[in-house]
């Protein structure tokens, strides 16, 4: 396929006049008005003098780390005109540019004229601190974060479709199952947290109980739906043609309750989200949560904010990763549904 | 390579016979009866056309002969042997083509195979059945990239990959439109006599059950009794314009109480 893309004239390849070579000068453009905005951003921080009695170690840094950035936003646009791997790049700019007026509006507001009060407020360069000198334990509770989160998510996705699929499947098993479902689905995982953490011989086997509780609900009900759904008239194909049930299951049902299924398995992310932090707040010792907590503690405020970047940038690439997943075994839906 | 489905041995399809068949739906515990003792007897390779009045029972009768549902009196029977549940050998087409949109139409071709477990063993028919029905450049197309034809043709091609004794077709050109209509007719006729099954075709449509079928049976309005046989020897292909047939339309539509249009 991708001979067959290589095989057409790429815009960017010849410049000097059309409406082509116009698109080409105003990415350029666009990437460099970015990278002197990062530029400007650099200069404040270096040049201005932060305000007298504070005394922020990582201005410098600070100041360097987006002296770079500003560089290789400009070369990335001016090696835009050559190759169209940083076409991309051309749709961030307008993002990346509102992104350099707000660091810069939020260095001059904290460290330079020291607007907003300390500590709840600490400049970009506290947290460049706390990442460069804390990077061990946060390291530590994202893996501790993810291994909870992975353990439950996967535990609780795989109980739920499994009791899913039994009640939209067997008469007997929507008799039994579904009432307690309905009786204690609707109850906040969250609840269950005393009791859980008094049962279970750890905390992290409570907390992972909790999870798998919360993303389980969202999952089999949406399995379940999804399989009393099925079109009737498929069930009829297959049967005309010889299915066992096995087969009207596993091959018919299932897939057709994917869509379903899928709708579930991400209320479930989001849920397993909410379990996580608040687990690790109440009883785990380890985590992203465990983190927040402790450093609320010791009114590290800049700890916090770069343990809720963290957080943020773990539950938004988790959702990514689901995202994809989605995409790739669900493309026959392609030019049927889009959410 | 196409014998493989399409052998010229003109008696691969079954009988079908149905005795004094009955049907009622349970309507909010009233029974409503569609179906009134209805016989009939089919042979080897013969094409059958059920026609009657939209409602009259037409696809319930399909659903009793492919043994998806039970005849509340009377019972139907297949090479003497009675139908109970149903089997590879009398596939249906139905109406809508319901292809399953998460599988390429390769792989909705393939599911009779796979279902029994032939899928290792005779791959090579799916290429077959969709070289038969013109698919052969879509074997990987999804089904919402089909036209309502290829759709159909696709849903044609997985009946026959089966090697169906009986075919049993639920009015399934019934939602193409009228041009595309006139294409697969033809085309229905000349499997029909490559293949040799024997056919069971439902339809409202008078001059296709005329252009098709070898026997036209004429039902009534519901509870569906069996009004008219119309022999119909004219030798294939037919042509539409052959005065045999305009006189057997009027003939038909006069069964049906609408021989005023004429």
Redesign the interface.
Known sequence: MSSVVDEVPRPSEKPGFGFFAGSTTRSLLGGLSVAAAWSMVAALTAFWPDKPESDWAYTGSLAAACGALAVAIALGALAGVRFSIFERLQRLSPWLFALALFFAAWEVVTAKLGLLPLPFFPPPQAIVEVVVEDWVRLAEGILASARLLATGYFLGAAVGFVVGVAIGWSRLAGYWIHPVLRFIGPLPATAWLPLAFFIFPSSFSASIFLIALATGFPVAVLTWSGVAGVNSAYYDIARTLGATQRFLVLKVAIPAAMPHVFVGLFMGLGNSFAVLVVAEMLGVKAGLGWYLQWAQGWAAYANMYAALLLMAFLCSGLITLLFRLRDRLLSWQKGLVRW | MVAAIASDDPVRGSTLTLREVSHCFDLEGKPLPVLDRISLQVDRGEFVALLGPSGCGKSTLLRLV???DTPTVGSLLTEGREIEA???S???V?Q?P?L????TVWSNVA??L???GLLRTHRGRIEDALRLVGLTGFANA?P??LSGGMAQRAALA?ALV?DPKLLILDEPLGQLDSLTRITMQGELVSLWQRAGFTALLVTHDVEEALFLAGRVIVLSQRPAHIKAEIANARPYPRHRGDPHLVELRHQVLAHLGLDATW
């Open positions: 492919a043994g998806l149903p089997d590879p009398r596939v249906v139905f809508d319901t399953y949109p998460w599988r599911l009779g796979e279902a029994r999804y919402h990239q997985r089966n």
